[in-house]
């Protein structure tokens, strides 16, 4: 597949998106689906906005470039060359968007250009519907382990700020208060259809969940992704807070 609607996927972020002609119809062929982000670092001059942008372009070596300012760059649709040998296929370049950060890998990375790469993957995961623990750095996916150390900087930290946009992107304040107030009376039923619903997913589609404890375990198998993965933990506090249920009743 190419990924047409990658362009789309990160306008989603917020940031400026530029798209780089001929975009849609570059890279080494077909991509087979979308798995994996894996983020690199291009270790490349030290000044200028994207000064690695055309040799990535032209080799085909990620699908998209940011800059230094956080203006990102969509290059190629296409299966890219930039994961190379991995621990596991899924996070190879079949499965993987690649993004390549221009920085040198040394200097200090700019706050603005650091936290518009949380903001893109957390578009990315949000678009191509993956979690968070899918947003991996070339470091921790090349085989063997310490081929490379790109980015140089700490994966889960970064995957903890992802984790803070992506929140931001599907929840409202007042949705946050109105999931927190659901949570709160145990009504994790209605939740999970709240949920269901912000995902863009039809709640009644699957069996309907009665509420309280069964609720939870409903929800728990339904795999609606990240959303559910925060609202589950929350509802993991609530429920350690629930009474037991009642016990069978022993009369004869
Ligand atoms: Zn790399």
Redesign the pocket.
């Given at each position: 597949m190419f990924l047409l609607d990658l362009a789309d996927a990160c306008r989603g972020s917020g940031l400026r998106v530029l798209e780089v002609d001929g975009w849609r119809t570059r890279g080494h062929g077909r991509m087979s689906g979308v798995r994996t982000v894996?983020c690199?670092?291009t270790a490349g001059p030290p000044t200028g906005e994207a000064p690695s942008l055309n040799f990535i372009r032209d080799r085909g070596l990620a699908q998209l470039v940011l800059g230094r300012s956080g203006t990102v760059h969509v290059v190629a649709a296409g299966l890219c060359w930039?994961?190379g040998v991995v621990h596991d296929p899924s996070t190879g370049n079949a499965w993987a968007i690649g993004i390549?950060a221009e920085a040198t890998g040394t200097a200090a990375w700019p706050t603005v250009q650091y936290d518009a790469y949380a903001r893109l993957c957390a578009a990315l995961v949000g678009h191509y519907r993956l979690t968070v623990a899918r947003v991996l750095g070339?470091k921790e996916v090349?085989a063997p382990t310490g081929r490379?150390i790109?980015p140089n900087f700490d994966m889960a930290a970064f995957r903890a700020l992802v984790t803070e946009h992506l929140e931001d992107d599907m929840f409202t304040p007042e949705d946050r208060a109105k999931l927190n107030s659901l949570a709160s009376r145990a009504d994790v039923g209605f939740a999970r259809d709240q949920i269901m619903t912000h995902l863009g997913k039809d709640p009644t589609a699957g069996p309907v969940p009665p509420a309280g404890r069964e609720g939870l375990e409903v929800a728990r198998r339904v795999d609606v992704g990240f959303a559910l993965e925060q609202i589950m933990a929350r509802l993991d506090a609530i429920e350690a807070r629930l009474p037991e249920p009642d016990p069978v009743d022993e009369q004869l």
């Open positions: 894996v690199h670092h930039h994961a390549e070339h090349a490379k790109d």
